[in-house]
């Protein structure tokens, strides 16, 4: 029962990273995430900019937990319960740094952007994967990055 608990944190991290990781292709999705979500009207500058670097901060954030979670998986703790911290750890974060970087009236705003960004896109690609067996090309073999659960 537990293995099956920590292997949906794995994948439910894997498909975090790899959509927080295509940097400049998902500088839409952080706009579009801002705009749904019902953000104040940007100067086109401003929205873009913004857009990038909230784009960029999450592939940043994204690295450094991978980089976070290897280590600590590689100096002896068991990696389901370090998937778990490192998902636990990436959605408040993330959810600052959205608040910070679009300058949200709320921090809820910033979590509800953060599930735009990342979640709806990351549940596309599951059903792609579910419906058709097919996963994206990725740069990096993020699977390879993140230990798996032993049985």
């Known amino acids: 029962m537990t293995q099956g608990i920590y292997e949906f944190f794995r994948q439910v991290l894997i498909v975090q990273i790899i959509i927080s ?25 401003s929205f873009w900019l913004r857009s990038s670097v909230a784009a960029l901060g999450m592939a940043c954030l994204s690295v450094s937990l991978m980089g976070f979670d290897q280590t600590l998986t590689h100096i002896g703790l068991p990696p389901g319960p370090v998937h778990i911290a490192m998902f636990l750890m990436f959605v408040p974060l993330g959810a600052w740094w959205m608040f910070t970087v679009f300058k ?14 990342v ?26 990055w993140i230990d798996e659960i032993p049985v």
Request: net charge positive; aromatic share 16%; hydrophobic share 55%.
């Open 119 to 144: 979640f709806v896109p990351g549940l596309v690609l599951v059903l792609v994967k579910l419906v058709f067996g097919y996963e994206p090309p990725h740069f990096v073999d993020v699977k390879d």
């Open 21 to 45: 990781l295509y940097w400049p292709l998902n500088i839409p999705l952080a706009a579009l995430a801002y705009k749904i979500r019902g953000g104040m009207a940007l100067k086109p500058f």
């Open 104 to 117: 949200l009236r709320d921090k809820w705003e910033g979590l509800t952007t953060l599930l735009l960004f």
